[in-house]
């Protein structure tokens, strides 16, 4: 096993554009977040998964923002019309989902930059 | 809604010295709460976590915090630093028995002096 994957690690594009990112969470856990992180800032949550159902959006996600885990296994996130307020590193991570402090694990983030 | 402050953004210790990082954090009711490390260009990485067991946490790599409902603080610490040490730290807070998302704190930028 080896940990969160994000795919890809870095992305640039030009305001307008939309973007999709990739996470491949650790097998056999059922939760999945998403987090964005900008300079000087600690993670804001974004959203969660428990398998293939979308739980939880935060008021940052808007409607241009959209996730999915359409098996229960890997995400996506896709940022439609990009601006340049939307650069940043965007995380995921992953837990075993048993109900209890289970620990998230992140993976290496995929770091936007909008032109 | 819970939050958690970390007051300043950097830190510079020497090598062997002690380090402190503190957390204040604000929640309605009793938390969980996290430390979390981030080395440069790796995800971030659970240091240790408050479950409301035992008020002294111990971590990985030396590292220790203490639970302090009086003061509402969840500082980390670790009695002698080490230059690989070297990394950002962030505290985070979660609600018991809601939601799953965790609230991070602006982090601290640790830099270890030889």
């Known amino acids: 096993d080896t940990g969160v994957s994000q795919d890809p690690r870095h992305k640039i594009t030009k305001r307008g554009q939309n973007v999709t990112f990739r996470c491949d969470p650790i097998?056999?856990?059922?939760?999945l977040y998403w987090y964005r992180q900008t300079l000087g800032q600690g993670p804001e949550f974004l959203t969660y998964?428990?398998?293939?159902?979308?739980?939880?959006k935060s008021r940052l996600l808007s409607d241009r923002f959209s996730a999915e885990r359409p098996k229960g296994s890997f995400s996506t996130l896709e940022i439609q019309r990009t601006e340049q307020g939307d650069s940043a590193m965007y995380l995921c991570?992953?837990?075993?989902?048993?109900?209890?402090?289970?620990?998230?694990?992140f993976g290496p983030g995929t770091r936007l930059t909008v032109l | 809604a819970q939050s958690v402050t970390q007051l300043g953004s950097h830190v510079s210790v020497s090598e062997g010295a002690l380090v402190l990082l503190r957390c204040n954090y604000s929640s309605s009711v009793p938390p969980y709460l996290f430390w979390y490390v981030q080395y440069p260009n790796q995800g971030l990485q659970l240091l240790l976590k408050y479950t409301s067991a035992a008020t002294l946490v111990k971590g990985i790599n030396g590292f220790e915090a203490e639970f302090k409902k009086s003061e509402t603080s969840f500082h980390l610490t670790k009695p002698s630093a080490h230059m690989s040490d070297a990394a950002e730290y962030f505290c985070a807070v979660r609600k018991q028995g809601g939601s799953e998302k965790l609230v991070f704190g602006k982090g601290m930028k640790l830099t270890v002096n030889p």
């Open positions: 991570a992953s837990s075993i989902g048993t109900g209890g402090v289970d620990e998230q694990f």
């Open positions: 998964f428990q398998n293939e159902a979308q739980l939880e």
């Open positions: 097998s056999e856990h059922n939760r």
